[in-house]
């Protein structure tokens, strides 16, 4: 038993989505090292998920098999439930590695029930999207009763362990494994974003990532940069990312009559657009840790974001390596805009903290150091038997 397990780990992953998002990047790249095989320890991994995207197309590309798994009638209906728990039986995990909420209530259950031993990584244990109150009391509820089910909870940030263990009073083992990245710079459009956006050569170009929900405040955003392009008229916001809010959020750069100033942008690959920024914003009233920020890092941009709910950041010194506001406040608007402007003003500040950004996401945040503590952890979990 023990040889298996230091020669051949099969890890089952449980995914809610493969769309577009940081917690899918870092399944992406986590199994793409795993993939690799380059030691003594191999990696047998196998993708569930619940809703298809264009990450799919990347675990083709590394070879880890993906099975999509929906209900008979509607989603979640017990046929899913039912088919889920085939396929975990059939898989014979030594581990279940679970990600997003779904997928970590499910894992829970299931692996109880099954006997396997569950991993669940908790990117964000705050809600801010458009869920009713009755549901996010129903999640809460479910977190309560099934969260200390598991062998390790992942908390992908500092300050998302510290509120897990205030949500969740008994929740045991919990450790921080920061979400990483590898130094992959080298990017290029067929046709430059100043190109495809019809962008004036002078522009001064502030970029933000994200799904386009009610957490990124991305609304708060479009009301600063009404105010500052008003002052500075070579002002250009590009938005990359899709989601529920995307309409609402047209119409309000529409009634501003910015539609020549503010870009939306729908890729599969934001990557490519970084190099074109000349300072990143994350005005976001929560991140765990932000996949999009630590690419802004490897570009060495400038960054305006949020501090967390503890009036931390998880990665930025406020005037080191980024410049931090606090989106709760009575001024947030304010500060918000005041940071931008010290940027808009001030090339030196933006090198500054562009380069200390870059050295702090290449010193504390690389991939490889994800990866080995997933892999230390898969061992661990495997090593002995789930609890009772």
């Known amino acids: 038993m023990a040889d298996n397990i230091i020669n051949k780990i099969r890890v089952l992953h449980i995914t809610s989505s493969l769309k577009i998002g940081g917690a899918e990047t870092v399944l992406v790249s986590l199994l793409r090292e795993l993939q690799k095989g380059k030691s003594e320890l191999i990696f047998e991994n196998t993708v569930l998920y619940f809703h298809t995207g264009p990450n799919l197309l990347e675990l083709e590309k590394v070879g880890v098999p993906a099975i999509l798994v929906q209900g008979k009638f509607y989603r979640y209906d017990p046929w899913f439930i039912i088919k889920l728990y085939k396929l975990i039986k059939n898989t014979r995990p ?31 244990p705050v809600n801010f999207n458009n869920l009713s109150s009755k549901f996010l009391d129903i999640r809460d509820l479910a977190d309560k009763l099934t969260a200390h ?48 956006l019809n962008l004036p050569a002078n522009s001064f170009v502030i970029g933000t990532v994200g799904r386009l929900v009610a957490s990124k405040n991305y609304e708060n955003l479009i009301n600063c940069f009404a105010n500052l392009q008003a002052r500075y008229h070579n002002l250009i916001l590009v938005i990359i990312g899709s989601g529920e809010l995307e309409l609402i959020l047209k119409t309000q750069v529409a009634n501003l009559k910015l539609d020549h100033k503010i870009f939306f942008v729908q890729t599969t ?66 500060e918000l805009e005041l940071a931008l402007e010290k940027l808009i003003l001030d090339p030196d500040l933006r090198t500054r903290l562009g380069e200390n950004l870059f050295k702090t996401v290449m010193q504390d945040f690389s991939l490889a150091q994800m990866v080995n503590s997933y892999k230390n952890l898969y061992l661990k979990i495997c090593a002995k038997p789930p609890a009772p």
Not at 101 to 114: S, T
Not at 151 to 176: E, F, M, P, Y
Request: hydrophobic residues 45%; neutral net charge; contains cysteine.
């Open 269 to 334: 690959q934001a990557l490519d657009y970084y190099k074109y920024f000349d300072c990143f914003v994350q005005p976001s009233y929560y991140e765990g840790l932000s996949m999009a920020l630590l690419e802004a890092g490897l570009f060495k941009l400038p960054v305006v974001a949020s501090y967390n709910y503890n009036l931390k950041h998880d990665v930025l010194i406020n005037n080191y390596s980024g410049l931090l506001i606090n989106p709760y406040s009575s001024k947030a608007l304010l």
């Open 149 to 196: 089910w598991v062998q390790a909870t992942v908390a992908v940030s500092a300050s998302t362990a510290q509120q897990l263990q205030q949500d969740l009073i008994n929740l045991k083992n919990v450790t921080v494994i920061p979400n990483g990245i590898e130094n992959l710079t080298e990017c290029h459009l067929g046709v430059s974003v100043a190109d495809k």
């Open 94 to 124: 030594a581990v279940i590695h679970s990600s997003l909420w779904m997928a970590n209530l499910m894992a829970r259950i299931l692996g109880k029930f099954l006997g396997i031993p569950v991993i669940a990584t908790v990117h964000s």
